[in-house]
């Protein structure tokens, strides 16, 4: 597939995609969709992949018009033909998003799909849909509440508002603010951090926090037992060990 939005390189472990545009839009919403799914696809089975970074580094993801159109002339419910999120969101691995700019509608939904998000302080967030008479689509109703809590969610929803980096930051929508000139290059040091730690580890955890926010705690308890005893059955564990023993540097094979 040719990628007209996105560019993307690897810097060991690490994935890192950058969205392209004119600092006012990044394109047809279908095309975004459809690149990140097609290079999300070649991601999920790559064992060399550990950590994916989106970067987001314009000032103004996509404008008021073609949040509007764009969701009043498409059924989404049709097998989300659009959807950002959904593609990121079945990563196995961590994803970070990086955020220098403004994040608004379905940009900010895509932000929610990751599992941690970083931020300039010039960064905004919001999802104006309510000011168009529409909702969000992408998940943003329900990841938005599940990350920030239902009062923070529904003020943000009901009224349309913009929140800057240190709101976003307060609500917990961010996990750090940094420096715009810096932050590319210290979410690349917390990423690789994270990818020298062991795969099957990494899934493990993930699956272990979303999966276990939908059940009870007591599944969830367990859900996180069983994945637990299941990592003492690979290799890697053993490595692990070995390598503690042996005071070295693990060599984690995702086995």
């Not at 969205?19 to 999920?44: R, S």
């Not at 040091?189 to 493990?204: D, N, S, V």
């Not at 969830?220 to 005893?229: G, P, S, T």
Request: aromatic letters at 6%; hydrophobic letters at 40%.
């Amino acid at each position: 597939m040719r990628y007209e939005i996105l560019s993307f390189h690897r810097e060991n472990r690490v994935m890192v995609i950058q969205l392209h545009g004119n600092g006012t839009c990044y394109g047809e919403p279908v095309q975004i969709a459809n690149e990140l799914n097609e290079l999300c696809n070649t991601i999920y089975p790559d064992p060399e992949i550990q950590v994916v970074i989106i970067n987001l580094e314009q000032t103004g993801w996509q404008n008021k018009l073609t949040l509007s159109q764009t969701i009043l002339n498409t059924d989404p419910a049709r097998d989300n033909p659009m959807s950002w999120a959904e593609p990121v969101s079945k990563l196995e691995i961590p994803v970070i998003m990086s955020i220098n700019g403004y994040a608004l509608g379905q940009a900010l939904e895509l932000a929610l799909a990751c599992d941690m998000r970083v931020a300039s302080h010039a960064s905004f967030f919001g999802l104006p849909h309510i000011n168009d008479d529409i909702i969000p689509w992408d998940g943003g109703t329900q990841r938005l509440s599940r990350l920030i809590g239902k009062s923070n969610a529904m003020e943000m929803l009901f009224t349309g508002q913009t929140i800057n980096g240190e709101e976003a930051l307060r609500m917990g929508l961010v996990n750090q603010l940094i420096e715009g000139k810096a932050l590319l290059s210290k979410v690349m040091e917390t990423a690789q951090k994270i990818a020298g730690k062991g795969p099957i580890a990494l899934k493990y955890t993930k699956e272990a926090v979303n999966k276990g926010m939908d059940l009870t705690m007591d599944q969830a308890l367990n859900l996180e037992a069983d994945l637990y005893f299941l990592l003492h059955t690979s290799h890697d564990r053993t490595e692990g060990i070995k390598a503690f023993q042996e005071k070295r540097k693990a060599r984690f094979s995702g086995e």
